[in-house]
């Protein structure tokens, strides 16, 4: 079993990467640290999972993990979270996760997880699947706020958050500023929110970013 593990917090990277270590018939082919060098590796090493964090710098891990999914389909992306936030679980999986993991779970879940995916089935911890079912029952399975915006406009979204000035998105995206302007416009629209502030909220609440 090849993966690749993605998370930019070089600690709890090594964590999992020495849990990964002590597994058979498990090897981490690559290691990235931010959403766009998970998507680089993923295209270079053709793993067979791909553990993704969510909160990571450049592109978030909801963003690369759909990029993956419709790229890559025979990779198979699990999340691997802090938190069991119910709308950003729903948005992982509607993009295309196999498997949302927290990072409470232990050695033998983190085991389950993975041949739990490479069956070809889909992975939740126990307390997110609460969680998810709970969500549907009360709001049904509509779009999420975050499945309103087009990816272009979540990433830019996530680039905001960040402080990235249209400027500096433009070029990271290799687009123009005008283009950037108009995105930037239309996520405010379709989000009602029309203030950076609100934004930069807005991020947090969804695992886009993080407060630290």
Same mark, same amino acid.
């Given at each position: 079993?090849?993966?690749?593990?993605?998370?930019?917090? /070089?600690?709890?990277? &090594?964590? +999992?990467? &020495?849990?990964?270590?002590?597994?058979?018939?498990?090897?981490?082919?690559?290691?990235?640290?931010?959403?766009?060098?998970?998507?680089?590796? &993923?295209?270079?090493?053709?793993?067979?999972?791909?553990?993704?964090?969510?909160?990571?710098?450049?592109?978030?891990?909801?963003? #690369? /993990?759909?990029?993956?999914?419709?790229?890559?389909?025979?990779?198979?992306?699990?999340?691997?979270?802090?938190? &069991?936030?119910?709308?950003?679980?729903?948005?992982?999986?509607?993009?295309?996760?196999?498997?949302?993991?927290?990072?409470? /779970?232990? #050695?033998?879940?983190?085991?389950? #997880?993975?041949?739990?995916?490479? =069956?070809?089935?889909?992975?939740?911890?126990?307390?997110?699947?609460?969680?998810?079912?709970?969500? +549907?029952?009360?709001?049904? /399975?509509?779009?999420?706020?975050?499945?309103?915006?087009?990816? =272009?406009?979540?990433? +830019?979204?996530?680039?905001?958050?960040?402080?990235?000035?249209? =400027?500096?998105? #433009?070029?990271?995206?290799? +687009?123009?500023?005008?283009?950037?302007?108009?995105? =930037?416009?239309?996520?405010?629209?379709?989000?009602?929110?029309?203030?950076?502030?609100?934004?930069?909220?807005?991020?947090?609440?969804?695992?886009?970013?993080?407060?630290?």
């Amino acid at each position: 079993m090849r993966v690749l593990l993605a998370e930019d917090h /070089a600690l709890v990277r &090594a964590g +999992i990467r &020495a849990l990964l270590d002590t597994m058979p018939n498990v090897s981490v082919v690559a290691e990235a640290g931010d959403g766009r060098e998970a998507m680089r590796l &993923a295209r270079e090493e053709r793993p067979d999972i791909v553990l993704m964090d969510i909160s990571m710098p450049l592109m978030n891990g909801l963003e #690369a /993990a759909e990029r993956i999914s419709k790229e890559l389909p025979e990779v198979k992306v699990i999340i691997v979270s802090m938190h &069991a936030n119910e709308e950003y679980v729903w948005h992982a999986l509607r993009t295309g996760a196999a498997g949302y993991l927290l990072k409470g /779970a232990n #050695a033998s879940e983190l085991e389950l #997880a993975l041949a739990t995916v490479m =069956r070809g089935e889909t992975y939740l911890s126990p307390s997110v699947s609460k969680v998810l079912a709970e969500y +549907i029952h009360h709001v049904g /399975a509509g779009p999420t706020s975050l499945g309103r915006l087009t990816p =272009r406009q979540r990433e +830019i979204l996530q680039l905001i958050a960040e402080g990235q000035t249209n =400027r500096e998105i #433009a070029t990271l995206l290799g +687009i123009s500023i005008k283009t950037v302007e108009t995105h =930037r416009a239309q996520l405010m629209e379709t989000l009602d929110i029309h203030d950076v502030v609100g934004l930069v909220h807005f991020a947090l609440r969804v695992g886009l970013i993080t407060s630290s």
